[in-house]
Nanobody
Framework: QLQLVETGGGLVQPGGSLRLSCTAS????????IGWFRQAPGKEREGVSC????????KYAVSVKGRFTISRDNAKKTVYLQMISLKPEDTDIYYC???????????????WGQGTQVTVSS
């Protein structure tokens, strides 16, 4: 059974940077599309970015394009989300997920991590 764990969240000032990691256990990541999502209490889960199984294709939400970069290292079973120029509206719980469809829709993913809090505030 594939399990995902997100790390790297925290408190950062506006304009700052964070790198989130999503590390897998229990199975290889090689065949999965990996997505990053975010959600605040009471709000819908938003697709932030996704990356194809081989890493050759990436997709971003309009709200983060140019500021966030997704990458993966299948040998380390880890997917990264590098976030720069962070804004207060980026404050959310960030989740990674694994699935078989290259999409920013949450219902395309079968396995989810527990999430990591990102707070952007001065």
């Amino acid at each position: 059974q594939l399990q995902l764990v997100e790390t790297g969240g925290g408190l950062v000032q506006p304009g700052g940077s964070l790198r989130l990691s999503c590390t897998a256990s229990g199975s290889t990541l090689d065949y999965y599309v990996i997505g990053w999502f975010r959600q605040a209490p009471g709000k819908e889960r938003e697709g932030v970015s996704c990356i194809s199984s081989g890493g050759g294709s990436t997709k971003y939400a309009v709200s983060v394009k140019g500021r966030f970069t997704i990458s993966r290292d299948n040998a380390k079973k880890t997917v990264y989300l590098q976030m720069i120029s962070l804004k207060p509206e980026d404050t959310d719980i960030y989740y990674c997920a694994a699935g078989g469809i290259y999409s920013l829709r949450s219902n395309s993913y079968n396995y989810w991590g527990q999430g990591t809090q990102v707070t952007v505030s001065s």
